[in-house]
C-alpha cells in the first residue's frame, strides 16, 4: 500500500487503485477540452481535492483556494468561446458528484467572509455557487431554473457575451 503525505508530517495509506482511477477519471474529464477549459475544470478538481472536508487545511490556503475557484468560473464564463457548453456541464458533474462534501453548504462557504474578493465579487460568487448547486442534478433542473433569476446572478463581473452563454446553456432545459 503506497504512503501520501498530507504536508504536516502524517502519512497515511492509499489504495493505489483508488490514486490510479481518480488520475484516470480526471484526465477523462480534461479530455477535449480547450485550454481554458482544462484550466477552469481542472482548477474545480483541484477545489475538491485540497477543500476536501477531510483534509486539513490552513485558513490562508483556503482563502486562496475560495479565490481561485471565483476566478476559474468567471474565467469559464466570460472567455471560453470554444467549448463552454463542455466545460460547464464538467463543472456541474464535478460539483453534483461532490454536493454531501466540498460543495455542502456548511463547507463550501467557508472562509467566504475572509476572501479578498470585493463585496460585489463575493455576493457574485455565492450566487454562481447557489446557481451550480441547484443545476448540477440534472433530474430537476427545469423546476430549478424556472426559480433562478438570472439577471440577479449574472449582474455583476460576468461580461454580455458571458451571461448570454450561461442563459444559452440553461435554454434548452427550460423549454423542455
Do not use: C
Not at 131 to 144: I, N
Amino acid at each position: 500500500m503506497a504512503q501520501v503525505n498530507t504536508g504536516n508530517g502524517i502519512s497515511i495509506p492509499v489504495n493505489q487503485n483508488v490514486a490510479f482511477s481518480k488520475k484516470t477519471e480526471e484526465a477523462s474529464v480534461l479530455e477535449g477540452l480547450s485550454s481554458v477549459g482544462r484550466s477552469a475544470v481542472a482548477t474545480v478538481m483541484e477545489y475538491v481535492d485540497k477543500m476536501d472536508p477531510k483534509v486539513i487545511k490552513n485558513e490562508e490556503e483556503s482563502i486562496r483556494r475560495q479565490v481561485g475557484l471565483y476566478k476559474a468560473l468567471t474565467m469559464t464564463i466570460n472567455r471560453n468561446d470554444q467549448d463552454f457548453n463542455k466545460t460547464w456541464s464538467a463543472i456541474l458533474k464535478i460539483v453534483n458528484d461532490n454536493l454531501n462534501g466540498v460543495f455542502h453548504d456548511s463547507k463550501v462557504f467557508q472562509y467566504m467572509h475572509n476572501t479578498t474578493l470585493s463585496a460585489e465579487k463575493r455576493k457574485t460568487f455565492q450566487r454562481l455557487l447557489y446557481l451550480l448547486k441547484a443545476t448540477a442534478p440534472v433530474q430537476g433542473r427545469k423546476l430549478v431554473l424556472r426559480q433562478i433569476d438570472f439577471k440577479k446572478v449574472l449582474a455583476f463581473d460576468i461580461t454580455g457575451v458571458g451571461r448570454q452563454r450561461v442563459l444559452n446553456y440553461y435554454q434548452p432545459y427550460m423549454d423542455a
